[in-house]
T-cell receptor
Framework: NAGVTQTPKFQVLKTGQSMTLQCAQD?????MYWYRQDPGMGLRLIYYSASEGTTDKGEVPNGYNVSRLNKREFSLRLESAAPSQTSVYFC?????????????FGEGSWLTVV | GNSVTQMEGPVTLSEEAFLTINCTYT??????LFWYVQYPGEGLQLLLKATKADDKGSNKGFEATYRKETTSFHLEKGSVQVSDSAVYFC???????????FGRGTSLIVHP
């Protein structure tokens, strides 16, 4: 029962470096999401993908790009990391349907940009 | 648009006290409602959910009832333990939307 798996769990980057957070789900869900969580800010949606082949901006997309590689995988890329992107990142997935919606989260990726 | 409002924390209780964390929502249609729990240093875990009016979700001694008339989904537990100390998030997912809506989270601290 893997659910939503994201890697890496911890990463330290230097300002200006790039990296990609990987996410995969094995529940055959159509929709996937990337959130960031900062103290006092709750969860903020960065990007989402309603279905394979589509991606849309969320609340805080600046500085990020995403790729929905296939139905299982949804990656988040930081092209030029900035200290303001120090955060905890969560990938999630859900299945849109009448009265069967459930959101599942990965365990989180702790990113520090120095 | 959809929104979720949770009571601000932290909520501080003694062990074995009764817990209520309020959650109200606005949404179109008939959303599914969720409570998630986040223990220190960990990700969000689904605690319970309800998918239609008057449904009661329950898990690990926690309960919440989907009240459409008051648009509420309050989380309750009869006797909290120190191990329940965590941040609790109320959320909804509307049948007409792909985007879950979360409350800002309520921190619960339980003292021995």
């Amino acid at each position: 029962n893997a659910g939503v798996t994201q890697t890496p769990k911890f990463q330290v980057l230097k300002t200006g470096q790039s990296m990609t957070l990987q996410c995969a789900q094995d529940m055959n869900h159509n929709s996937m999401y990337w959130y960031r969580q900062d103290p006092g800010m709750g969860l903020r949606l960065i990007y989402y993908s309603a279905s394979e082949g589509t991606t849309d901006k969320g609340e805080v997309p600046n500085g990020y790009n995403v790729s929905r590689l296939n139905k299982r995988e949804f990656s988040l890329r930081l092209e030029s990391a900035a200290p303001s992107q120090t955060s905890v990142y969560f990938c999630a997935s859900s299945e849109k349907g009448l009265r069967v919606n459930t959101i599942y989260f990965g365990e989180g990726s702790w990113l520090t940009v120095v | 648009g959809n929104s979720v409002t949770q009571m601000e924390g932290p909520v501080t209780l003694s062990e074995e006290a009764f817990l209520t964390i309020n959650c109200t929502y606005t949404a179109t249609g008939y959303p599914s409602l969720f409570w998630y729990v986040q223990y220190p240093g960990e990700g969000l875990q689904l605690l319970l959910k309800a998918t239609k009016a008057d449904d009661k979700g329950s898990n690990k001694g926690f309960e919440a009832t989907y009240r459409k008339e008051t648009t509420s989904f309050h989380l309750e537990k009869g006797s909290v333990q120190v191990s329940d100390s965590a941040v609790y998030f109320c959320a909804l997912l509307s049948g007409g939307s792909y985007i879950p809506t979360f409350g800002r989270g309520t921190s619960l601290i339980v003292h021995p």
